[in-house]
């Protein structure tokens, strides 16, 4: 059952901390929706979210969740984190609005334990309340059951308040690996220059190590790290000696399953050739590259990125690279492109994802066709990925055409100041549209040059485009910087690939039917998502009554 919402005007008596569903961005001035309780669901190897309002004024000294405990010895850890506000001046088109919103997620505690005094002690207040997300991630080999605790909050000059707080596990297990391929942009260079020290030395080294990481708890892979290009050296044969030690020392517990207790690995890995070598020489460092992979066990898909969004003057050198690559065997070139002129040259078409919906109205892609007739036309032997951008919100902001802004609202996107449903939804359209994997150009785009992501992400016409962490500094963290900040919207991104995970093994359980049934009632089309919540916790429920079904059930988990 989907715990019942109650409006925080209705509750009788002012309560300290108040549960609010993950899904909701929690805003000043705007009414606030209660759940009955903070008491979650969730799958082995599934992470799960809630926010705990404290209801002004206060000022929070500290806030605690031990671990869970629930059948036998069974432990879950809880994270906890304060919800950062962002000003946003501009609002991102279709759906958008200025003012305060929640995004950067500051951990409350230290990495050796203890609450951290750069987050806490804060102040609530009506006009920024704090909130609290409780991040819930259960270990896979987590027996079966309901796991209890409660979070404790010290409140200066008030006693102090407890939140009760449970978790149900399902006898599911969602596989470490996401199985939906993906590549995310974390330039290693950008990441070192928002830190202030040099990408080379052993900081930086160590921040590139954090950030693989990081993407990695969020069931995501990225690109634009590692050492590039690799120093090589002519070898017998027409052979080259690529030197991967450097590039091992960085990416190798990513790639090998043992950054993460859980064994995730990345699901892709770009290779980096050089391209002042001549096209022999590349075809045999290319060839390097699969030889070292096959070598240290690693599966990821090696893939090779052409030309971002080529256009028709930039064809000869997609076409250049496809020759080279496809000498090479089988080492796959991506290409983001919706002109069918170069689909044959590409092995991984990714379009745009407006391109793949159409709908009444002023396009935004002219031409759109949907996923279907795409893959027709495609042919077999390709991939068919796709990926956000700007054309959904409008890359200079909001267009002075009526019309044309009447076609940006609703689209899935991954904005600040749009809804956490629309955030969270392509991991649902990924499924019920069978693509293949996802393409997203830059998780750190406000940290670039001289920006200032903490005061202004608003990049490409939206809030947050192509910025999915904040630096964090001492001035943020203090003695625990460097440290990478994630967002909200990182965790309602993994929510969402979980959510592909469950429809994925309700598929495979029931049928195909049964699963699209659950999906669609989430998403119709990239530009129908669901906006209430209680909705996605209704169905997140059912997907797990769904995958778990037929199994032995521990009945303290229904």
Not at 80 to 90: F, H, N, Q
Not at 339 to 351: E, F, G, M, Q, T
Not at 374 to 386: D, H, I, N, T
Request: net charge neutral; charged share 20%.
């Amino acid at each position: 059952m989907v715990p019942p919402l109650v409006l925080l005007a209705a509750l009788a008596a002012p309560t300290p901390l108040i549960p609010v569903a993950a899904l909701v961005k929690v805003r000043p001035g705007q009414r606030l929706e209660a759940l009955a309780g903070a008491r979650l669901r969730a799958a082995r190897g599934e992470c799960e979210g809630v926010q705990a309002y404290v209801t002004p004024p206060a000022e929070v000294l500290s806030a605690d969740v031990a671990p869970l405990r629930g059948p036998g010895r069974g432990e879950v850890p809880v994270g906890v984190y304060r919800e950062g506000w962002m000003e946003l001046a501009r609002a991102t088109a279709g759906g958008g609005a200025t003012g305060a919103w929640p995004d950067p997620l500051l951990p409350v505690h230290r990495s050796a334990g203890g609450t951290n005094p750069a987050v806490l002690p804060a102040r609530s207040t009506a006009e920024r309340p704090l909130v609290l997300y409780l991040e819930v991630c259960v270990p896979a080999g987590t027996e079966p059951g309901e796991y209890r605790g409660e979070l404790v909050v010290r409140l200066r000059d008030a006693p102090r308040a407890a939140l009760p707080l449970s978790v149900a596990v399902a006898p599911v297990t969602l596989p470490a690996t996401s199985t939906l391929r993906n590549t995310w942009g974390l330039g290693v260079y950008v990441l070192a220059h928002g830190f202030g020290v040099r990408r080379d030395s052993a900081e930086g080294i160590a921040l590139l190590r954090a950030a693989a990481r990081a993407l990695l708890e969020h069931r995501l892979s990225g690109y634009g790290m590692g050492i590039d290009p690799l120093p090589s050296r002519p070898g017998p044969g027409g052979t080259r000696v690529v030197d991967f030690g450097g590039y091992d020392a960085e990416m190798a517990d990513v790639l090998g399953g043992t950054a993460l207790p859980s064994g995730a690995r990345a699901t892709t890995a770009e290779v980096r050739d050089d391209p002042r070598l001549s096209t022999s020489e590349r075809i045999a460092d290319l060839r390097a590259w699969q030889a070292h992979f096959a070598a240290r066990g690693w599966t990821q898909l090696l893939w090779y990125y052409a030309k971002d969004e080529p256009r028709p003057e930039d064809d000869p050198v997609v076409r250049s690279e496809s020759a080279l690559t496809h000498a090479v065997g089988q080492l796959p070139i991506l290409v983001t492109s919706f002109r069918s002129s170069l689909w044959d040259a590409a092995d991984i078409v990714a379009p745009v994802l407006v391109c793949l919906f159409p709908r009444p109205g002023r396009p935004l892609c002219p031409g759109a066709e949907p996923v279907a007739s795409v893959r027709a036309r495609l042919g077999g032997g390709k991939q068919l990925w796709w990926y956000q951008s700007c054309m959904s919100h409008g890359c200079d902001g909001p267009p002075a055409d009526s019309r044309l802004a009447a076609s940006m609202g609703g689209w899935a996107s991954y904005v600040i100041d749009h809804s956490g449903p629309r955030n969270r939804a392509m991991g649902v359209l990924a499924f019920l549209e069978r693509i293949d994997g996802e393409l997203y150009f830059d998780t750190l785009a406000a940290w670039e040059k001289e920006g200032q992501p903490w005061r202004d992400s608003w990049r490409f016409g939206g809030n947050g485009d192509g910025t999915f962490f904040y630096p964090g500094t001492r001035a943020q963290v203090g003695d625990e910087a460097p440290l990478l900040i994630a967002s909200l919207r990182l965790k309602t991104v993994r929510d969402g690939l979980e959510d592909f995970e469950l429809l994925t093994q309700v598929a495979a359980r029931h049928g195909r039917a049964a699963a699209e049934a659950l999906g669609r009632r989430l998403a119709r089309s990239g530009w129908e998502i669901t906006e209430d919540s209680a909705t996605w916790t209704e169905v997140h429920g059912a997907l797990l009554d769904a995958a778990s079904s037929g199994t032995r059930t521990d009945s303290r988990a229904r």
